[in-house]
């Protein structure tokens, strides 16, 4: 028998991953509220729930796409959330970069699936490409259960040990790139003391010893007040839930507390006071 594949957060990732899965030839059931994002994913092939609730009934494998641990918690918890209503047998996997903290929280629930983390790096592109790369957190057979049905838009997918440690990978892993962001910043500041047009330094960075990550994404947004436009959002979300994550279990954030409150990009109203302090994200 083919296992149903619940799909919850059809936004600007969860889109593309679902026409993946359709693609692959999964059985894809989508939960959306919007008639217009209802109506394109039935014309790609996937059959539509009714509720959060009736999705989680009829799926095998409940993959969520969604922005923050708000909406985890919104649409997950209570009588008509997709954890009360989960098929007996069934897995979730979130693919949400927020706090293990939440995940404890749903899997407490008695009718709980088994539940794993799965947060991703990565964009449209690499979705579409089949190159999305995936941390996923969770008992064995899980993950290996799991795994099957990403590798439809994952490759590489990264197995990191027990539910929480995924999350914990990625929340570093954006950490250090909001870091690495501020120096960047800080480096094109300097640059235009000495003369050097912010432009001209990005392109030189993208093919010199000095580049990062960070420094090739502000190149292709077209420099640092477009990138800190767009990317402000999640680098925001995803530096509360890290200090908050290391508040929670005392770790010391160290040099990176260091720069994140000292950099030029304002990318939290805490970060200044204190960047341990959990910052609000909003309800992908």
């Known amino acids: 028998m083919t296992d149903t594949i619940g799909f919850i957060g059809a936004g600007q ?20 509220r919007r008639d217009d994002v209802r109506q394109q994913l039935s014309a790609q092939g996937a059959e539509l729930a009714d ?7 009829r799926s095998d494998v409940l993959i969520s796409c969604l922005f923050s641990d708000d909406q985890l918690r919104e649409l997950g918890s209570g009588d008509e959330g997709f954890i009360a209503n989960a098929r007996q ?27 794993v983390d799965a947060p991703v790096s990565g ?17 064995d057979a899980a993950v290996e259960r799991a795994s099957a049905v990403l590798s439809a838009y994952a490759n590489p997918i990264i197995a990191t040990g027990t539910l929480g440690t995924a999350l914990d990978i990625k929340l ?15 480096a094109t500041s300097l640059g235009v003391q000495l003369g050097v047009e912010p432009g001209a330094l990005l392109d030189a960075l993208a093919v010199c010893s000095g580049g990062s990550s960070a420094s090739f994404h502000m190149q292709q947004a077209g420099g640092l007040d477009s ?8 680098l925001r979300k995803d530096i509360g839930a890290c200090t908050s994550a290391a508040a929670e279990r005392k770790a ?9 409150a ?14 341990a302090e959990k910052v609000p994200s909003r309800n992908t």
């Open 13 to 32: 990732l969860g889109g593309p991953m679902i026409a993946r899965l359709l693609g692959a030839g999964h059985n894809v059931l989508v939960f959306a």
């Open 51 to 57: 509720s959060v609730a009736d999705l989680a009934r």
């Open 89 to 115: 047998g069934a897995i979730f996997v979130s693919h949400t970069t927020g706090t293990t903290a939440t995940l404890r929280e749903l899997a407490a629930d008695p009718a709980a699936p088994v539940i």
């Open 123 to 139: 964009g449209v592109n690499e979705i579409a490409s089949g190159t999305l790369t995936v941390l996923i957190g969770g008992p």
């Open 172 to 186: 570093i892993n954006n950490l250090l790139f909001a870091a690495n962001s501020q120096l960047v910043a800080a």
């Open 227 to 234: 990138f800190q436009s767009a990317a402000s959002p999640f």
């Open 252 to 260: 010391d954030l160290g040099l990176l507390r260091t720069v994140l």
């Open 262 to 275: 000292s950099g030029p990009l304002d990318l939290t109203a805490k970060t200044r006071e204190n960047v």
